[in-house]
């Protein structure tokens, strides 16, 4: 990871463990996970990710690739009995060819500088028929409605400071392009929708709560650049108990979910 917007230590671990809980219905209800063999994170972060893909699939065996030292120390401490965790660059992955079943990203790809890179290195180390499953942001969707003004101009400088520090808040849709200029056959490309509304109440109130941490996580880092200041950061607060309070105010997400496995080349 290079220029990590959410910044690191234990209150990042922590949003990082909600925000796999609040979101895995969308990211696992159709991701194929296969049913025997080894399993490949890259980016595995704190290890939340791999904790659900245990309680689905507990024979699997997993292996997760963190970049960060803080985050691999954080892995190895909370899912070091059901996983292997390995500090290291997810583009030059210290692994032989073909000896993964299957490989995953979910919410990395964004926070390289050279996705297509991890994408490649994901397809050398499959197996051939193997599968790399990318779960991957595209941020100009997010959308409060009505709009909140507030809300919406911090997500603007948000992604802006994102790609100033190298990543791609925008990475989902060049999935396909990134996964086929790699030589891979792509199976499926899918929309992975997360929808806040008034006609699931409960549902929403954990949405909202994890918006209001997901934006509050970039706000050190957008301070330092100058992105944003204290009264930006008031108006902020100001629209999220808005769309906390009013059930009328809904919010939608839409990531991208692609399948894909080495070519035959």
Request: aromatic share 6%.
């Amino acid at each position: 990871m290079n220029g990590y917007i959410h910044g690191f230590g234990a209150g990042e671990e922590q949003r990082l463990w909600e925000q796999a809980d609040v979101l895995a219905g969308a990211v696992f209800e159709h991701l194929p996970l296969v049913e025997q063999g080894l399993l490949l994170e890259l980016g595995c972060g704190v290890g939340a990710e791999l904790a659900h893909v245990h309680r689905r699939r507990p024979d699997l065996r997993l292996l997760g690739v963190e970049r960060s030292p803080t985050h691999a120390a954080a892995a190895r401490r909370r899912v070091g009995d059901i996983a292997t965790v390995l500090q290291a660059d997810a583009t030059r992955l210290p692994l032989p060819d073909g000896c993964v079943d299957e490989a995953l990203t979910i919410w990395v790809l964004e926070h390289v500088v050279d996705p297509d890179a991890v994408v490649t290195e994901a397809l050398r180390v499959l197996r051939p028929g193997g599968t790399l499953v990318c779960t991957e942001v595209d941020n100009a969707t997010f959308a409060f409605h009505p709009a909140l003004p507030a809300i919406s101009e911090w997500w603007d400088r948000f992604n802006q400071v994102q790609a100033a520090g190298g990543g791609d808040p925008f990475v989902g849709r060049r999935l396909e392009t990134i996964a086929r200029d790699a030589g891979a056959e792509v199976l499926e490309v899918r929309d992975v929708a997360v929808v806040a509304s008034q006609s699931e109440p409960e549902r929403r109130e954990v949405l909202i709560d994890y918006i209001a941490d997901l934006l509050a996580s970039g706000a050190r880092t957008m301070i330092a650049a100058g992105a944003v200041d204290a009264t930006e950061l008031v108006a902020l607060e100001a629209d999220l108990d808005r769309a906390r309070s009013d059930l009328t105010v809904g919010w939608e997400y839409h990531a991208v979910q692609l399948t894909c496995r080495p070519g035959s080349n």
